[in-house]
């Protein structure tokens, strides 16, 4: 027969291994935490905490990431494409209005010059009516009507084109449309007024073309009045 002694030092024996086991589980569980939480500090990455789980993207999300960036590609390639059509779009209009621009600077002039060829023909009728005319007197008259003629349609044309000949005769001589040519002394007009005109200025609309030039007249009267006033002062 068993003694009760020895059951009870058995079942103590028992406790004790199961102990030693219990604790030598626990010491290896916690070095492997230890060793799983050195790895992750050591590749820079944060393991979960609270017990949770990676979150693995799911592939519907991956689906619509992708599709995402697929319609981003192709919005930026039809703008690049509106972006060049529009860039070539701008350099053939550049071309185009350049193009006009030599043109019409090379026929400015043309509707000017369709009006000046009435003064040749004018003055052509002008010769052949004086040779047909047995007197002298005719062809003379002939001769001068066609040069009024043509002097009166050149006149025409300027001022169709805003050129406006420059008023001189009689006015008080102006350096900014007058050029003086020389002085006549003289009682009968007033000092520095212009008695003779030489050749005629133009004006084109506000702009002088070329200045008269003109003989300016030189009162006497009024010269020694200004001598004697500056001897006096």
């Not at 059951?7 to 010491?27: C, I, L, P, Y």
């Not at 992708?66 to 930026?76: G, H, P, S």
């Not at 390639?77 to 550049?94: G, H, I, P, T, V």
């Not at 050029?179 to 008695?195: A, H, K, N, Q, W």
Request: aromatic residues 6%.
């Amino acid at each position: 027969k068993e003694s009760p002694y020895g059951t009870q030092r058995q079942n103590e024996e028992d406790v004790s291994m199961k102990k030693q086991d219990d604790a030598f589980n626990g010491n290896k569980k916690g070095l492997n935490e230890d060793l799983t939480k050195d790895n992750a500090e050591g590749c820079g990455c944060e393991g979960p905490e609270n017990g949770e789980e990676w979150a693995e993207p799911e592939s519907g999300e991956m689906k619509n990431l992708r599709d995402a960036l697929e319609a981003k590609d192709k919005e930026c390639a039809e703008a690049l494409d509106k972006f060049m059509r529009s860039r070539a779009d701008f350099d053939n209009y550049k071309k185009r209005v350049e193009k006009e621009k030599a043109s019409l600077l090379e026929f400015a002039n043309e509707s000017f010059a369709k009006e000046l060829l009435i003064f040749p023909d004018n003055l052509e009728r002008a010769l052949h009516h004086s040779r047909e005319g047995a007197d002298n007197g005719l062809q003379v008259e002939a001769l001068r009507s066609g040069v009024e003629l043509t002097l009166k349609c050149i006149h025409d044309v300027f001022k169709k084109f805003g050129i406006e000949p420059v008023i001189a005769l009689g006015k008080k001589f102006d350096h900014s449309r007058h050029e003086t040519l020389g002085f006549e002394e003289t009682s009968e007009s007033e000092d520095g007024t212009i008695m003779k005109e030489v050749q005629k200025g133009y004006m084109f609309r506000e702009r002088l073309l070329r200045p008269s030039l003109v003989i300016v007249a030189k009162n006497p009267s009024a010269t020694s009045g200004r001598e004697g006033g500056s001897e006096g002062l």
